[in-house]
């Protein structure tokens, strides 16, 4: 048996192919896993649970008949979705995950984070988060038409690709620091995140502690999975 790690498939009703791929992985290896966890941006956008696109029911069925199945699927928010709510976690049978959380998994301590978090060079990205998460700006904007919602998303989305555009690399990757003190505070041997789109497997010591940094990678060009069980993790690229 193993568990399941998966972010960033930024699934969106015109491009099919990312969805279908997540799709059959609910219906096949996710079926035989411990458990699966998606750590943030499973869509690309998600304007409140009261508009589901008929392109995602598909989706959410797939999501149901896993857990009903019996792997639990664990759902934490990412910047793209952040407005995912109670109702979609029923529809889909998913359960809502903090950001960070710290699970005990074959004996190994591991801390699970989208990765924006870590983000801290980003002041303005940041300052933008606790904007977002805020409860009652995000009741207040809710209330708004869904017509009214697509609209702000789309003028949110290209101010965010001309800001994005406009920062140095350097500055929209992980901050060291940030990334230290996550593993010391949790006190965890292996973080698992996404959000920054470079997947790799960093090495590094914190306190003397040798420890891991795993980067999940997107679903733009390819599917991306990482597998956990007793003997380590293994990256699964998908079709
Ligand atoms: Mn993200």
Redesign the pocket.
Known sequence: MSVLFV??LHLAPDNPGPLQSFIDLLHGRARAADRLFIL??LFELWIGDDYVDPAFEPLLDALQDCTRSGTPVLFMH???DFLIGEHFLQRSGCSRLDDPTLVELYGRRVLLM???LLCTDDVDYQRLRRQLRDPAWQQAVLQKPVAERLALARRARAASDRATRDKPQAIMDVNPDAVTAALRDSGADLLIH??THRPATHRLQVDGRAVQRIVLGDWYQAGSLLALDADGTETIPLP
């Open positions: 972010s960033d943030g941006d990412g910047n793209r989208h990765g924006d996404g959000h």
